[in-house]
């Protein structure tokens, strides 16, 4: 496949043309493994800092703790540094509603909101260390209790707002919280989420929280428990109050935010407060090339680290525009990313591959009724993005002007660790590859023995020295901690995900690693299946786990959502078996092969396939608290259902 260039942003990108890894690149990353304590104590000074580190990091494996005697604020460096500049005035964030609504705070709005809401939070008795729930939509004051708990030393714990009162349960339960912040509703696909409704519900089980602070945001009636539920104030605009920001030390918890669950249950990962706010800052700006006239718009939902680090510290370290959106992305109609890429004069847009591919479904007719001509830097997160997709969104999204920038990393990670670099110097981008790891980012594959592989092999992707934003335990488990990460090879980061690197050092991710299929002696990965599905044109999501067989080990179990007005048949089901035939060999012949309307995704869009495996093979489904629609397993289970399975396995000769 040709590479594709991505030059200066304001020239045009050509196709077929190599470029090597620029001599600039190249000198960064070499200086930083050779001699990391130096690299990052050069890259630490960019932020404000209340008393400098004594040293760089201290290494005790499995833990590392960055610029330690160090002191700082994250509320500084995202909120006061820029309003004693001429960016006060500058916009903050653009704020749109799912009803129409809108909403533009400047920093310096943002700094005053951001101080009363700590004030609030101070009133209650919240102080350093104490830990603070947030079950909030996408509206403005999320972001700002996050950075009104960090001003304060507070911990927060963010709950994704489509959660149901079990999962609060769990995380509250986890992490005694002892305020939860909440609005009296939210908007989703024009229907009020009741979540002050569901706040209530999970209380009785959560006897550490004390206080309840309710946005008001859709207005209907709720139930106000006098003494312990608390309306944020509405005269936040009125007098003026000041907090000062508690200097706290580099690895002071800043957040604890608990995995997607696509491996079961969520793990509460807490990321320090200096590494992380380091290694976010400089990531940014060498992945998105950040500028000041930028508006920057992530699509996720802030309730994920997309949110926390791509939305919150990232973005507004550095004193940029940011987008922030409260709806589903096709409501009330399938246009509706696009029109607001065209209304704000959108820059940078980062989102998710599933999202992508959902837009693929759709046709080009809905992206190209706008103009999107503001854009200039792509952006993709969350999974492998495939080819198909790849260009799809290069063409249809970034009118074949837009570099896109792949980028690999995970809850634990805390920021972006393999990406094309703008920022640093332009790469050659390969449709399907996240390129090189970024500078301080030491990753290899090895095979199961820990032993590096060579080009164009497969194996396990580990991450080899220590990094600054790398997650600092899992919260009062390290026992989790230890064995999920760092038992299986000793000395490095496990990061659970299969990747190959190519013969010019692209790093290409392949799924995770315990998503493999052993069909008749041959190892296949679940992404690799899934992208040859993909590559099917009238394919628009493939979805694939194994039941077992007696004779092949596991035969493979594919379920495929096709794209708008394409019916499904017979004959198509038998083109895209010939198709996997072709692209992998007749080993990756589906046994079964299922068209349904919807896949079980995390609401964070990843592809549940434990759920996929646990309902072909009849087991428990297990924690599904990040399921994004309920439905989408009833959808699964029709399917099987339809064909005579039940959940138990198939006869061995079964095909469809």
């Known amino acids: 496949m040709d590479d594709i260039r991505a030059p200066d942003r304001a020239s045009s990108i050509s196709t077929g043309v190599r470029v090597w890894p620029s001599k600039r690149y190249a000198k960064m990353h070499r200086d930083s493994i050779e001699d990391p ?60 509603g799912e009803n129409g609504e809108t909403r533009v705070l400047s920093y310096s709005t943002l700094f005053r909101e951001v101080n009363h809401f700590a004030h609030m939070l101070l009133s209650l008795g919240v102080t350093k260390g104490d830990r603070v729930a947030l079950y909030l939509p996408m509206i403005p004051e999320l972001p700002v209790a996050m950075l009104a708990c960090a001003r304060i030393g507070a911990v927060h714990t963010v709950i994704f707002s489509g959660f149901s009162a079990q999962a609060i349960c769990g995380r509250i339960g986890d992490t005694r919280a002892k305020v ?35 946005v008001r945001r ?29 200097a706290v030390e580099s690895s002071h918890p800043l957040y604890v935010l608990y995995t997607s669950g696509t491996t079961g249950k969520p793990k509460g990962i807490v990321h320090g407060t200096g590494g992380y706010m380091v290694f976010n800052y400089v990531a940014y700006q060498w992945v998105f090339d950040i500028r000041e006239e930028s508006v920057y718009w992530c699509t996720a939902d802030v309730g994920w680290v997309t949110g926390h680090s791509q939305i919150v ?37 980062y989102t998710s591959p599933t999202a992508i591919r959902m837009f693929m479904r759709h046709g080009e007719k809905w992206p190209a009724r706008h103009d999107m001509s503001s854009l200039n830097l792509l952006g993709s997160v969350g999974e492998p993005i495939n080819p198909e997709a790849w260009y799809w969104y290069f063409r249809h999204i970034g009118g074949e002007r837009c570099p896109i920038v792949d980028t690999w ?55 080899r020295k220590p990094w600054p934003g790398m997650l600092l335990d899992v919260y009062e488990d390290p026992a989790r901690y230890r064995e999920a990460y760092w038992s299986r090879f000793p000395g490095s980061y496990y990061t659970g995900d299969f990747a190959m690197r190519d013969e010019d050092g692209y790093f290409w991710l392949l799924g995770r690693a315990d998503e493999v299929l052993k069909v008749a002696g041959h190892r296949l990965g679940t992404a690799e299946i899934e992208d040859a599905a993909i590559a099917h044109p009238a394919v628009a999501e493939a979805g694939v786990t194994g039941r077992p ?3 092949k080990g596991e035969t493979i179990v ?12 017979d004959a198509l089901k038998k083109e895209i078996a010939d198709l996997l035939r072709e692209t992998i060999g007749p080993v990756a012949a589906p046994g079964e092969m299922y068209f349904v309307d919807s896949i079980p995704k995390t609401r964070s869009g990843k592809i549940m396939r434990r759920v996929l495996k646990a309902v072909a093979s009849g087991k428990d489904i297990g924690d599904l608290t990040t399921l994004e629609d309920e439905a989408s397993v009833e959808e699964v289970r029709n399917a099987l259902a339809r064909l005579g399975h039940t959940g138990a396995p198939p006869p061995a000769d079964s095909s469809h």
């Open 549 to 551: 067989d007696e004779l």
């Open 409 to 463: 990393w995970q809850t634990e990670t805390g920021g972006i660790m393999i990406s094309p670099t703008p920022g640093i110097d332009p790469l050659a981008l390969k449709p399907g590859s996240a390129t090189f790891p970024l500078p301080g980012v030491d990753v290899a594959v090895v095979d199961a023995r820990g032993n590096e592989l060579e080009a164009g092999e497969t194996g396990y992707l580990i991450i």
């Open 37 to 96: 304590e130096a690299f990052w104590d050069q890259q630490a000074r960019k932020l404000e800092w209340q008393k400098t580190w004594d040293h760089v990091l201290e290494w005790k494996e499995p833990y590392g703790r960055w610029f330690v005697g160090g002191k700082l604020n994250a509320c500084h460096q995202c909120v006061d540094r820029h309003v004693h500049t001429w960016r006060r005035s500058k916009v903050a964030i653009y704020w749109e």
């Open 558 to 569: 594919l379920f495929v959502t096709l794209k708008e007005g394409i019916p499904p048949s």
């Open 218 to 246: 859709t207005g209907q009636a709720i139930h106000m428990r006098e003494g312990r539920d608390h309306w944020l104030s509405k005269d936040m605009t009125g007098a003026h109050v000041f907090v000062e920001p508690v």
């Open 180 to 214: 939860i912040v909440t609005s009296d509703g939210g908007l989703r696909r024009g229907k009020i989420v009741p979540l002050k409704d569901i706040v209530d519900q999970a209380l009785p089980a959560c006897p550490s929280v004390e206080n309840v602070i309710v």
């Open 313 to 349: 510290y990232a973005p507004l370290s550095h004193g940029a525009a940011v987008v922030l959106y409260e709806g589903a992305p096709d409501y009330p109609a399938v246009d509706r990313w696009w029109d607001i890429i065209e209304k704000y004069g959108v820059s940078i847009f």
